[in-house]
Nanobody, 121 residues
Framework: VQLQASGGGLVQAGGSLRLSCAAS????????MAWFRQAPGKEREFVAR???????YYTGSLQGRFTISRDNAKNTVYLQMNSLKNEDTAVYYC????????????????WGQGTLVTVSS
């Protein structure tokens, strides 16, 4: 599967963005999908995931502000980000794996190229 992340940009603190991860080659329903992010000078961290069966899970600090969803018809996974904060500034990556369901990036076989989100105060 090939993954194409998009939707990043510059947004003011308190604003919203929706990231998209379009899959080609195979349907997203065949994969456990996740979003990770990497802020400047920091390690990559898990953000959210959605299983093949549609069960979602978030890193605790982001639950309530971020929502992961999947549109099977468009073969796309989304990350809706609300009430954005300066500390949400990062490159966001989507990832997929047919079998593994994890908060560890090393467990995902396929990655998109990343999309930059910059939150300004």
């Amino acid at each position: 599967v090939q993954l194409q992340a998009s939707g990043g940009g510059l947004v003011q603190a308190g604003g919203s963005l929706r990231l998209s991860c379009a899959a080609s080659g195979r349907t997203v329903r065949s994969y456990n999908m996740a979003w990770f992010r990497q802020a400047p000078g920091k390690e990559r961290e898990f953000v959210a995931r959605i299983s093949r069966s549609g069960i979602t899970y978030y890193t605790g600090s982001l639950q309530g502000r971020f929502t992961i969803s999947r549109d099977n018809a468009k073969n796309t996974v989304y990350l809706q980000m609300n009430s954005l904060k300066n500390e949400d500034t990062a490159v966001y990556y989507c990832a997929a794996d047919p079998n593994n369901l994890s908060t560890s990036g090393s467990m995902y076989a396929y990655w998109g190229q990343g999309t930059l989100v910059t939150v300004s105060s």
